[in-house]
């Protein structure tokens, strides 16, 4: 649960940074870069990015100096995992966290299900126009379009009927509906209109920023972001269009804007959620023809390095991901040991390096590093040190006359990743024999990186 909402927080705070850049360059910030920023902010609302903590984590320990502080953690406001007794237990915080989730995306798929039945009525829809198919002429036309604006994909050009908006549909074999006659200079500027549509994959776009509303219904944010995505799209398409056209085809262009605006919405399918269309509402119109005949200097190289540097910036966003703690042993637990561990007060956290004046001001009880000689030993209270002498029955050091020290029992767990657990019981010890008595828990502290 905690997952979708750093998710919510990362996108919602790159939809921050493009607005915010919005207001502050106002018409001199091109939708084509403006499109990049919410396309970003779209996979941020989308894809978790907990391995980015874990990468900028090692960045940051391997430059900052050498650090003497001890941090200690709740586990009973954490996911725990504890592998024992070759069972998986979870606590109750992870166990709520995880319910959370699994009913917040069943409504998602849910909602997702419902969203493709109106896309298979789209689907019935836009083949219901198809009254042509495609002329040798046509197809010639398509194929030296496609070849000018770099598209590979396959398409198809459907001729729709009359005062129907233009429009792209479908996934993975694009169709376009065209009212205009192939091969007309109306028509070549609708058509490349929607095959950059079909170059930059926007029906994808588009299905993306409908699944953050989704997965992200709740937050104000996200539908910001779906409902500036279309006009972003359409905005930043036409910049693509009318570079390095004449001006008699820029005027062009802004009429076919006109024109397209005007039709009725009973020609266009209703259902626009999947399909990128050519035409607007009047509302939009003077915006979009404004931002045209402005046609803002494009770089691609200087764009690309400005979207990359606040994308970096964004992602710092990761370090609000919650670890979720996973302790093992290859040895039997007791259930009183694995509630411990899951409900727990604290757990420590220790670096490589640490000293004495680090350990008290944190209040941990901690062995000395020099002082752990053996993965299971015991430490009396002279400072002595022995092996314990393993989990025998009771009954074989019956025979001797037990003489008792009182101490402390140390067992160390080095872990496959190079960090180790140190937990240190309540403990008395034979003087005789070595049998050892182990009492109440005492501490856990977890070093990231083994010095023993």
Request: with cysteine; glycine share 4%; aromatic share 12%.
């Amino acid at each position: 649960m905690k997952y979708l909402l750093i998710m919510s927080l990362s996108g919602s705070t790159m939809v921050g940074i493009y607005m915010l850049l919005r207001c502050l360059l106002r018409d001199q910030m091109p939708a084509r870069l403006q499109y990049q920023l919410v396309k970003a902010a779209a996979l941020f609302y989308m894809v978790p990015l907990p391995f980015l903590k874990v990468w900028y984590a090692a960045i940051v320990e391997d430059l900052r100096p050498e650090h003497e502080s001890v941090s200690r953690v709740s586990a009973i406001w954490a996911g725990c995992m504890v592998h024992a007794n070759e069972k998986t237990y979870i606590n109750g915080y992870l166990k709520v966290q995880m319910f959370v989730a699994a009913a917040w995306l069943l409504f998602a798929v849910m909602w997702l299900l419902h969203e493709l039945s109106d896309y298979c009525k789209t689907r019935k829809r836009v083949l219901n126009c198809a009254d042509q198919v495609m002329t040798k002429e046509e197809s010639t036309c398509l194929t030296l379009l496609k070849k000018r604006c770099g598209v590979e994909r396959e398409v198809t050009v459907y001729q729709d009927v009359a005062g129907g908006k233009t429009i792209t549909f479908g996934f993975f074999h694009p169709v376009i509906l065209c009212d205009q006659k192939p091969g007309s200079p109306e028509a070549e500027l609708l058509l490349c209109h929607e095959l950059v549509h079909i170059k930059r994959w926007d029906v994808w776009w588009k299905m993306l920023s409908q699944c953050v509303i989704l997965m992200h219904w709740w937050n104000p944010v996200a539908w910001i972001l779906y409902l500036d995505f279309e006009r972003v799209s359409e905005w930043s398409c036409d910049e693509t269009v009318v570079e390095d056209r004449t001006k008699n085809e820029v005027k062009r262009y802004l009429r076919l804007m006109i024109l397209e605006s005007i039709k009725t919405e009973e020609s266009a399918r209703p259902y626009r959620r999947w399909v990128t269309g050519f035409g607007t509402g009047a509302e939009q119109l003077k915006k979009r023809m404004e931002n045209v005949m402005r046609m803002k200097k494009w770089n691609k190289t200087v764009a690309g390095v400005a979207v990359a540097a606040l994308v970096f910036v964004n992602s710092l966003t990761v370090f609000a991901y919650e670890d979720t703690i996973h302790e093992g042993s290859n040895n039997s637990m007791s259930p009183d040991e694995i509630e411990y561990i899951m409900e727990g007060d604290t757990w420590q956290f220790v670096p490589d390096v640490v000293n004495e004046e680090a350990i008290e001001e944190a209040d941990l009880y901690i062995p000395n590093i020099d002082d752990i000689r053996y993965d299971d030993q015991f430490v009396d209270a002279e400072g002595n040190i022995y092996p314990t002498q393993g989990e025998e029955p009771v009954s074989a050091y019956r025979s001797c006359d037990h003489s008792y020290t009182p101490g402390t029992r140390v067992m160390h767990d080095k872990k496959s990743d190079g960090s180790c657990l140190v937990k240190v019981y309540d403990a008395e010890r034979c003087s005789k024999c070595g049998f050892v008595l182990i009492g109440d828990f005492i501490s856990e502290t977890r070093y990231a990186v083994c010095p023993h």
